[in-house]
């Protein structure tokens, strides 16, 4: 599944059956391409495509990449930095992750974990989250994107939190950036799929303990454009069954927000169905089961 061999790209040819004269011309001018120059036309449609995907997935870093930065900034000055050890992915679950697929998409969870420590000041458990980030790093392209210098960074930023803001955001978006210069299109799609649902999942939990706001409500909204533009990025890999099915569990939590683009008709009933929803994907997630 390693870089962007699976990539479904549709090359649909369309034979006409006919009889007599007009069917043997048709048989000519079929017969007239040469191999090389399909070859040559098949290349240039697969090309296109990966320049289309390239160009996509450098949007959505630009726009949204670093987003899960900001979301829990802001739940941890709503509700006054509670922290929950239990909320965040089990580390010793990395050796479950045997595969690219739920490798990457779990490094993107437990970099957002990551974030979710070093905000509450919980800097152990940040290290540990980054320490699993690595490891599923290793297995996917055999190279840390976190480096030593970082625990340093870290530990000079918790009592500064512009400086910690910053820092996050840099170290979020250089693994998408690094795995896009590398053409690593595939894993820096699943890997931003795992983060948002991460992001997701604390901002489920945050409204489950602390109810509704409008600030939540914004988070939501925001997500939800995310969302939207991950399920398409799918489609780019829908020839791969598991990609597949995580498009499809992913419109099911599209599904759950209805026709609702801003703060009116978001009620709790709506949000409790969309908790729903996103307790069961990061569930899958983090339980390798899809």
């Avoid at 840099?170 to 950036?177: A, F, H």
């Amino acid at each position: 599944m390693r870089l962007v061999a699976n990539i479904f790209i549709g090359s649909i040819l369309i034979f006409s059956i006919g009889c007599g004269t007009e069917n043997n011309a048709e048989k000519e001018v079929i017969s007239s391409e040469t191999p090389s120059e399909a070859a040559e036309e098949n290349s240039t449609t697969e090309n296109d495509d990966l320049e289309t995907l390239r160009f996509r997935l450098d949007m959505l870093v630009a726009n949204h990449a670093s987003a899960p930065v900001t979301l829990l900034m802001k739940l941890s000055k709503d509700d006054k930095d509670v922290f929950h050890p239990d909320y965040v992915n089990d580390v010793n679950k990395t050796e479950t992750y045997s595969d690219d697929f739920s490798a990457a998409l779990n490094f993107g969870v437990y970099k957002t974990d990551l974030i979710y420590d070093l905000v509450h000041h919980h800097l152990d458990d940040g290290l540990n989250a980054r320490d699993a980030a690595n490891h599923l790093a290793d297995q996917l392209w055999e190279e840390h994107i976190y480096s030593d210098e970082d625990v340093d960074n870290y530990r000079s930023a918790q009592d500064n939190e512009e400086e910690l803001e910053s820092l996050l955001f840099q170290d979020y978006e250089k693994t998408e950036k690094y795995l896009i210069s590398h053409d690593q299109f595939e894993i820096a799609t699943l890997t931003m799929v795992g983060s948002l649902v991460e992001s997701m999942y604390f901002t489920s939990k945050a409204i489950e303990e602390h109810g509704i706001s409008d600030s939540k409500i914004d988070l939501l909204i925001n997500e939800k454009h995310q969302l939207h533009e991950l399920v398409e990025l799918l489609d780019f890999f829908k020839g791969n069954e598991k990609d597949l099915a995580l498009k499809h569990r992913l419109e099911e939590v599209e599904n759950a927000y209805g026709k609702i683009e801003g703060k009116e008709g978001m009620t709790e009933e709506v949000v409790e169905h969309i908790d729903e929803f996103v307790f069961a994907l990061r569930d899958s997630i983090v339980n390798n089961e899809i």
